[in-house]
C-alpha cells in the first residue's frame, strides 16, 4: 500500500502556490499496440507525482482555494466494472479512490465533460501549458476535449529539493 500523505501534502502545495485558478493535469494515455493488443502501460510521472494513482484514463482537478473556500482536489477516473477487470486489470473506481488516495471528491471519468463547465466557471486562472496538449475521450459521449497540463508549476514541485 502507498503512503498517501506525500501526495497529499504535494496537491496542497501546488493548490497554495496557484494562489487561484484551476490545474488540470490528465495521466498519460495507453497505446495501442496492435488491433487488440495495449502496451504495458505506464502513468505519467507529474500526475503521479501528485496522486499515487496509477490507472489510465484518470485526470486530476486542483481547484485554488480562496478566502472564503479551501482548495479542492478532484480525481476523475475510471469505474468499478468486474467484467473490464478480467480483461484490463484491477481497478479502484472512484470511491475507493476516493478513500485510498485521499481526494476531496471523485467522479467517474465519463463525468468530466459535463462537469468541466463548472469546474472552469469557479475559477478565472487556468493554468496551462502552451506545449502539451492531451487528449482524453469520454467513452460514450464519443466527445473530444483538449487539456493543457499544468507543467511549470509541475517542475518546480517536481524539482524542488524540500
Not at 501546488?14 to 504495458?40: C, F, K, W
Not at 484518470?58 to 466494472?81: Q, S
Request: aromatic share 14%.
Amino acid at each position: 500500500m502507498t503512503q498517501v500523505q506525500p501526495f497529499i501534502t504535494r496537491r496542497q502545495l501546488m493548490a497554495s502556490r496557484m494562489q487561484s485558478g484551476v490545474a488540470i493535469i490528465p495521466t498519460a494515455p495507453e497505446r495501442l499496440r496492435n488491433r487488440d493488443a495495449h502496451y504495458p502501460y505506464r502513468f505519467d510521472s507529474y500526475f503521479y507525482y501528485l496522486t499515487g494513482f496509477r490507472e489510465p484514463e484518470a485526470v486530476l482537478v486542483i481547484i485554488a482555494g480562496t478566502e472564503k473556500t479551501p482548495a479542492r482536489h478532484i480525481l476523475f477516473c475510471r469505474e468499478k466494472d468486474k467484467e473490464r477487470e478480467i480483461w484490463d486489470g484491477f481497478r479502484y473506481g472512484p470511491e475507493a479512490a476516493k478513500e485510498v488516495f485521499g481526494f476531496d471528491e471523485t467522479y467517474a471519468q465519463r463525468t468530466l465533460i459535463p462537469s468541466f463547465r463548472e469546474i472552469l466557471n469557479c475559477r478565472v486562472t487556468p493554468y496551462i501549458d502552451k506545449n502539451d496538449v492531451i487528449q482524453i475521450a469520454t467513452e460514450k459521449a464519443g466527445v473530444w476535449l483538449f487539456l493543457f497540463m499544468a507543467i511549470g508549476i509541475m517542475q518546480e514541485l517536481f524539482y524542488a529539493k524540500n
